[in-house]
């Protein structure tokens, strides 16, 4: 298992894959808008969006963080950081996968 930020990834379609396997039927995301929301964002953090693979580089976790928008800037909000998105894929569940990117995010 390695772990990788997710903004050095070449390859993001097992990302939106599992997105949309996951959660596309509450929100599905296309290449284009995963791309402009997560991969060409000015608001998500690279010191805190990683992907883990497993031995085979399968993508296996991922999680996604975000700061405000700096171009709409909100004082409250200006030293502030979210999880977008935390995934781990059932099978890999329960061995310490998500732990690790929160630790790592």
Do not use: C
């Amino acid at each position: 298992m390695k772990i990788k930020k997710l903004l050095e990834t070449s390859d993001y379609k097992p990302l939106i894959d599992l997105w949309n396997h996951e959660f596309g039927f509450i929100y599905p995301i296309s290449e284009e808008l995963f791309y402009r929301n997560v991969v060409k964002s000015d608001d998500v953090l690279d010191e805190g969006s990683y992907t883990v693979v497993d031995d085979n580089d399968q993508v296996i976790g991922f999680i996604v963080t975000k700061v405000w928008n700096q171009a709409f800037p909100i004082p409250a909000y200006e030293d502030r950081a979210w999880i977008s998105l935390i995934y781990v894929i059932p099978k890999e569940r329960k061995k310490g996968i998500g732990t690790l990117l929160l630790n790592k995010a």
